[in-house]
Nanobody, 124 residues
Framework: QPQLVESGGGLVQPGGSLRLSCVASGFSLQGYTISWFRQAPGKEREGVSC??????HYAESVKGRFTISRDNVKNTVYLQMNSLQPEDTGTYYC???????????????????WGKGALVTVSS
């Protein structure tokens, strides 16, 4: 059964860092665009970053602070989050979409697989 599982969330103080992992099982991430989304309480889900075999995009709100990367051997995609701020609080989801689907809009449309999310709380 193909699935994505996020981990690495938690409570961190403003200015701190976290690294989220998105591990795929039951299928290979090669050939897929992997995207990270987040949803804060009471708000809509928003695209944070995406990574395909050609492109890498970030939301303006996280540019320069977040870095997406992948390890094909471990079948895992990471989201390194630095200089975290309270407005980064939310549940972070990874999604996989076959092909080169990474664009500036970081769309959630047509995802083949979704993880169940990892909670990130930035608070002092």
């Amino acid at each position: 059964q193909p699935q994505l599982v996020e981990s690495g969330g938690g409570l961190v103080q403003p200015g701190g860092s976290l690294r989220l992992s998105c591990v795929a099982s039951g299928f290979s991430l090669q050939g897929y665009t992997i995207s990270w989304f987040r949803q804060a309480p009471g708000k809509e889900r928003e695209g944070v970053s995406c990574l395909s075999f050609r492109y890498e995009h970030y939301a303006e709100s996280v540019k320069g602070r977040f870095t997406i990367s992948r390890d094909n051997v471990k079948n895992t995609v990471y989201l390194q989050m630095n200089s975290l701020q309270p407005e980064d609080t939310g549940t972070y989801y990874c999604g996989a979409d076959f092909g080169d689907q990474c664009g500036p809009g970081i769309s959630s449309f047509g995802m083949d697989y979704w993880g169940k999310g990892a909670l990130v709380t930035v608070s002092s």
